[in-house]
């Protein structure tokens, strides 16, 4: 078979999916569906006529959202990926964005707390002096966080209008959400590396809607408090 039958035979294909996935009421994709949040998102959207496309780190708990979304009425593709695998994170945005999604939802997110470091002055009194977060955990945080959920965007965004523009996909209102929050409002002592990388959401998203204006492409900014997670548990500070 020649290259180019081959290309058409592969287009074809995904046309055919495409078109397949359009019997569902909704499609909904949570990038970081395995995380406190994102697990609760699963089980709020899983129903009957409804596609959800999962990704997050830890498969045994893709698999059990799987179950109890099935289990529910909806039907389930996981992905297994770390964000910071960015060929892996480009190709599953690309591959939502062409199967006709409604709603993506980036809600992957790291943190790390500021380090204590105990002494004893000079009058015999214990002291604690409060450091940054480690450089390691800072960058681990602004990878995630930031840099990961705004490339995840972008090679969504790109992918869906281009093939609207090829006419691969109907035009239909589609609603990006990521998941910032409070610390991107008012940086948090606790955590000025996290706060910063939530920061960097709200700008981007913010420019992000701007953009789209008039493209049936919505896109929210979530600011919510400390909610009951690992993640939440391993932080030291307040949680407002």
């Not at 019997?23 to 959800?52: H, M, N, Q, S």
């Not at 002291?127 to 995840?152: F, H, Q, S, Y």
């Amino acid at each position: 078979m020649t290259t180019d039958a081959t290309q058409l035979q592969n287009r074809k294909a995904e046309l055919t999916e495409v078109a397949s996935e359009r019997r569902f009421d909704r499609i909904v994709a949570i990038c970081g569906a395995t995380g406190g949040i994102g697990e609760a998102l699963v089980d709020v959207y899983a129903v009957p006529g409804t596609k959800l496309l999962l990704a997050g780190r830890r498969t045994d708990v893709l698999a059990r959202l799987k179950t109890k979304a099935e289990a529910k009425g909806a039907v389930v593709r996981t992905a297994a990926f770390d964000l910071r695998d960015r060929s892996a994170l480009a190709a599953w945005c690309e591959e939502v964005a062409r199967l006709g999604t409604d709603t993506l939802i980036l809600g992957a997110g790291v943190s790390a707390s500021v380090e204590g470091v105990r002494s004893e002055g000079v009058s015999g009194e214990r002291d604690t002096l409060w450091l940054p977060e480690k450089n390691d955990d800072l960058l681990r945080e602004l990878d995630v966080n930031a840099t990961g959920n705004i490339l995840a965007a972008n090679a969504f965004v790109r992918a869906l209008l281009s093939a609207r523009r090829e006419g691969g996909i109907p035009v239909k209102h589609v609603q990006i959400a990521f998941v910032a929050s409070l610390a991107a409002l008012t940086g948090l002592p606790g955590s000025p590396g996290y706060s910063a990388s939530k920061a960097a959401l709200r700008t981007y998203g913010e420019a992000l809607r701007r953009l789209l204006r008039g493209k049936d492409v919505g896109v929210t900014v979530l600011f919510p408090g400390y909610v009951e997670s690992d993640m939440s548990r391993r932080y030291q500070g307040s949680k407002p």
